[in-house]
């Protein structure tokens, strides 16, 4: 007897969810997962690619990439409503600027990298009569600094609408391998600065429960946020989903008026920055709930847990998605991309980090996670040269993702020159050269350029 309604999505969910607690299971009881402090979150997605890969579960990929672009737009949107309330210090966020600004410009400096060193071999599979989309060096940084959901968003579009064969899955596979080079690399990259002294703040024993990824129930507990309506009325988290739900119905009719707008052949690509276009409008919502005197409905500490929240499942919904056939049959492009990609962004990371005149190794190790996974990848390294965060880097980072916003919205919009303005692919990486040239200069002009400290 069939069921008398549709199950798929909720059952897909449910796996993610059963990979998910998996993942935090071993977490907490593997040695090897706690040595390189993998999130539980990619331990379930990787244990559920594999499962799915060896057809030992059924879950459709397509509801997966579903999945996973609107737990990236929720993300986005969730983000854009949460405020800092915390007291600040005067003058502390003048401090951080000069931060801020330099994690910013590496970030500038990264994607060109990146994207420049895809493109290459791009071009040498061309001359061996190895024939790829064009844009599909551009996937690296995409996937590597941008993260699983921009590489999604981009590669669907490309793949629906400009006939790039398997884009989302590729662009997938590059922010998984990101995620593996962040903790592979950056945790014993970490501890080899610990041991030389480079750690200018205090570092001892990470806590156990930032190791084994569960709080004991000894422990105080930090507040998850606090309740701004009356449960009687209507529950707190309800209410904040239902904001999230309200700037997701305005992005959806913005976006498709935009498309309408601007026509058949660039309209499709708007899609692909939808997660923008939700922050932006979460941005304008937030600020007029302030001018309304109603913005302390909004609880930055239950906000918080919802972005985590949809964070954790994308992150699931990610590696799930990942297709092995078509993996394997780019094996070897995708190889050389992430090898020598991961290499140069090390290496300029590092190259640049060690010539600043203070917390240049805690500054370096927080962007190289970044820009090989995500915000919190770049925090979670952090934390392991800067237990306490008695350093203002943590802060710096969360200020970066603003002062970097021009780089990234400008990187974004050129990565479709090839497909929108029939740019060469030799254009568009000049124009992507010029940018880091641009940003090395900046790094020289602001005085980050010193003698090697370490």
Not at 41 to 57: E, F, N
Not at 59 to 65: G, K, Q, R
Not at 273 to 284: K, Q, R, S, T, V
Request: glycine share 10%; net charge positive; proline share 5%.
């Amino acid at each position: 007897m069939e069921a008398p309604f549709p199950f798929e999505a909720i059952l897909a969910f449910g796996t993610m969810s059963v990979m998910l607690l998996i993942g935090i299971f071993l977490r907490a009881k593997v040695r090897f997962f706690q040595r390189f402090l993998f999130p539980s979150c990619l331990i379930g997605g990787i244990l559920g690619w594999l499962l799915i890969s060896l057809k030992v579960i059924n879950v459709s990929t397509d509801i997966l990439e579903t999945f996973a672009y609107h737990f990236f737009i929720i993300s986005f949107i969730s983000v854009g409503l949460t405020y800092d309330d915390t007291p600040q210090e005067p003058g502390a966020t003048r401090k951080v600027l000069g931060g801020a600004w330099w994690m910013a410009l590496i970030e500038g400096i990264t994607v060109p990298i990146q994207l420049l060193i895809g493109s290459a071999i791009v071009g040498i599979f061309l001359l061996f009569g190895k024939e790829l989309f064009p844009t599909f060096g551009f996937l690296v940084p995409i996937g590597f600094t941008e993260g699983p959901g921009q590489a999604l968003a981009f590669g669907k579009v490309w793949e629906t609408d400009f006939g790039f064969a398997h884009a989302a899955t590729i662009g997938l596979t590059f922010a998984a391998v990101g995620y593996l080079f962040a903790f592979f690399a950056g945790v014993p990259l970490v501890n080899w600065g610990i041991r030389r002294g480079l750690s200018s703040t205090t570092s001892g024993t990470l806590p156990d429960d930032v190791i084994k990824g569960i709080v004991p129930k000894d422990q105080e507990k930090e507040s998850a946020g606090q309740l701004t309506l009356h449960s009687g009325n209507v529950d707190t988290l309800a209410f904040h989903a239902a904001l999230i739900g309200l700037v997701y119905v305005l992005t959806y009719f913005f976006v498709k008026m935009l498309a309408a707008l601007i026509g058949p052949q660039a309209g499709p690509i708007s899609w692909g920055f939808c997660f923008f276009y939700g922050m932006f409008i979460a941005l304008i919502l937030r600020t007029i709930m302030k001018k309304l005197g109603i913005r302390h409905l909004i609880n930055p500490g239950v906000q918080r847990r919802i972005t985590g929240w949809s964070v954790d499942f994308l992150i699931v919904a990610t590696v799930m998605a990942i297709q092995a056939v078509v993996v394997w049959e780019y094996i070897l492009p995708i190889s050389l991309m992430c090898i020598f990609s991961w290499v140069a962004t090390l290496w300029s990371i590092l190259y640049l980090g060690r010539r600043l005149d203070r917390l240049g190794f805690e500054r370096a190790v927080a962007i190289y996670g970044t820009c090989t996974g995500t915000v919190s990848t770049g925090l979670l390294l952090l934390r392991i040269a800067d237990p306490e965060f008695k350093s203002p880097v943590a802060f710096e980072l969360a200020l970066m993702n603003v002062m970097a916003i021009p780089f990234i919205a400008t990187y974004m919009v050129l990565m479709n020159a090839p497909l929108w303005w029939h740019w060469s692919l030799g254009f568009t990486c000049l124009v992507y050269f010029g940018f880091m040239v641009l940003c090395l200069v900046m790094i020289k002009l602001f005085r980050f350029w010193g003698k090697p400290k370490f």
